[in-house]
């Protein structure tokens, strides 16, 4: 069965700009979670969504969000990028929720903001 | 903020030997996982333990779980050096559905 995509896998985008970054689960898989890498702070978590609604949010600031389509397909947004921005971003799949199943991870998106 | 720490932050040893990793926690978990991830990419789930499981084995895995300490602990025997890797535990945030995950560890093998 096909992993987790994540589209794209590098990205370049200058400060104020806005970005997507797309994730396919896992065929079947309704949860799909994102997080942040960072060398500074580590992996962070930004949202879950389950059947096309947020179940939680992490403490990130309101430029982040993100959907779920009916396929279990989701996007996140980041809006007015930062420096700070700058970050491996990671989504995750798993049947019904993070916890307690075993979550299938993305190989990344890696997000340059200059 | 994170939830689980993890000492050593960073672990070399030789191929053969065993590999241990530490991970702390603050508050009360549903279960705890551990997680491998290879230079920059995504991760890898390794195990799971619930939080009435005291111990769990998965091929050269072993982990172990006191609730009362809020520790668990990674040991990785006669490892291997495509077990080099960073290994990070994540913990359930009280039953909330996200995962908060330690800083890692990281592990280097020589051979």
């Known amino acids: 069965k096909a992993g987790v995509t994540q589209t794209p896998r590098y990205l370049i985008k200058t400060r104020g700009q806005q970005v997507t970054l797309s994730c396919s689960p896992i065929?079947?898989?309704?949860?799909v979670s994102w997080y942040q890498q960072t060398p500074g702070q580590g992996l962070q978590f930004l949202f879950e969504y389950f059947s096309e609604t947020q179940r939680n949010k992490g403490n990130f600031p309101g430029r982040f969000s993100g959907r779920q389509f009916s396929n279990s397909r989701s996007e996140m947004n980041v809006s007015t990028l930062e420096l700070g921005d700058s970050a491996l971003y990671l989504c995750?799949?798993?049947?019904?929720?993070?916890?307690?199943?075993?979550?299938?991870f993305g190989p990344g998106t890696r997000l340059t903001v200059t | 903020s994170q939830q689980g720490e993890e000492d050593p932050q960073a672990l070399s040893i030789q191929e053969g030997e065993n590999a241990t990793m530490n991970c702390s926690y603050k508050t009360s978990i549903n279960n705890l996982q551990w997680y491998r991830q290879n230079s920059g990419r995504g991760l890898v789930h390794l195990i799971l333990?619930?939080?009435?499981?005291r111990e769990k084995h998965s091929g050269r895995l072993r982990v172990t779980l006191d609730t009362s300490k809020k520790s668990s602990s990674l040991l990785i025997t006669a490892s291997r050096a495509a077990d080099t890797a960073s290994y990070f535990c994540?913990?359930?945030?009280?039953?909330?559905?996200?995962?908060?995950f330690g800083q890692g560890t990281r592990l280097t093998i020589n051979p």
């Open positions: 995750a799949s798993s049947l019904s929720g993070p916890t307690p199943y075993e979550q299938y």
């Open positions: 333990i619930r939080s009435n499981e």
């Open positions: 994540a913990t359930d945030s009280q039953g909330a559905q996200k995962l908060v």
């Open positions: 065929s079947g898989h309704r949860s």
